[in-house]
């Protein structure tokens, strides 16, 4: 197996990595709201004798969630950052600029902003949801 053929199934390979932490991230996403959902239902249904700060578990959930997910987002920038070295070596023998490459010159990143809209939303809504089922407010 010759250097460019190496880098071409090291490239396939980390594409696949990407694409699967970007899975995980939406998995995440929806463990925490089911989370959030479970817990509450479970603590409404079991009525009085809980502590208020019970109410406030889904938060921890929420923030762990959150920082799963910046982390992984963190693994996917350093991974896309090799990935365009890698296209820019290809990109030597063919013409063709690579995804990576094409997708950062555009400076777009919708994913972050959304993810982060997703985390912060349901932040908050975990905090009013708390103080309004603990009728602490």
């Known amino acids: 197996m010759g250097t460019n053929e190496f880098h ?24 925490a ?19 208020d700060l019970s109410y406030y578990i889904p938060c921890i959930l929420v923030c762990a969630g959150g920082m799963r997910s910046y982390a992984v987002l963190k693994v996917v920038r350093s991974t896309s950052e090799y990935l365009r070295k890698i296209e820019a070596k290809i990109e030597k023998y063919d013409d063709v600029e690579g995804w990576e490459t094409w997708k950062h010159t555009r400076r777009s990143e919708p994913y972050l902003v959304t993810a982060t809209v997703y985390w912060v939303a349901l932040l908050v809504v975990t905090v009013i949801g708390g103080c309004y089922l603990s009728n602490v407010c």
Do not use: D, Q
């Open 33 to 51: 709201l089911f989370g959030t959902a479970v817990v509450w239902s479970w603590l409404v249904t079991t009525g009085t004798g809980l502590p």
């Open 8 to 31: 071409i199934e090291e490239y396939k390979s980390l594409r696949g990595e990407i694409f699967e932490l970007a899975r995980e991230t939406r998995s995440l996403e929806r463990y």
